[in-house]
């Protein structure tokens, strides 16, 4: 499958203004998490790979240190724990392992959904239960689906 053009742009950019400071940032690398919910891939770059670490440890900053450890071992096991690192090439292809996508039943067809620190990627027929209660994005991806001469 192929990373949207669109995504692979903001994905270079990111890793672009990121790379003028000390830390590298690859911009062909994605590290693909399965969802906790089992329905839908959530893919970040090197830039959102760092911000949800951080996230995460910020989200217990409250804790005692001994808690904090604790919660931050189950958050990091049901956000990044199974993590797998793909790379794609210049024109945005990449390969998903197969038990990867038969755990979130993509086949075929792909749908690249944008999020807000990642975009995600979904079995179109997943992605419309998801969607069952907002019509805008249950009419985008019909539309989308309607445009590849596909259909649910």
Request: charged share 25%.
């Amino acid at each position: 499958m192929s990373v949207p053009a669109r995504f692979r742009d903001t994905i270079a950019l990111r890793c672009a203004n990121y790379r003028q400071g000390s830390i590298p940032a690859d911009d062909k690398q994605l590290s693909i998490v399965i969802a906790k919910e089992m329905n839908r891939l959530k893919a970040y770059d090197a830039i959102g790979d760092q911000e949800l670490s951080a996230d995460l440890e910020a989200s217990l900053a409250d804790l005692p240190a001994a808690e904090r450890m604790a919660a931050l071992d189950d958050l990091g096991r049901d956000n990044v724990g199974g993590a797998t690192e793909v790379s794609f090439d210049s024109a945005g292809r990449l390969v998903l392992p197969q038990l990867i996508r038969d755990l979130v039943g993509i086949k075929d067809v792909a749908l690249f959904w944008g999020n807000i620190k990642h975009f995600e990627i979904w079995a179109p027929d997943k992605a419309a239960e998801a969607f069952a209660d907002q019509p805008v994005n249950l009419a985008i991806l019909n539309g989308l689906l309607k445009e590849k001469g596909l259909s649910l």
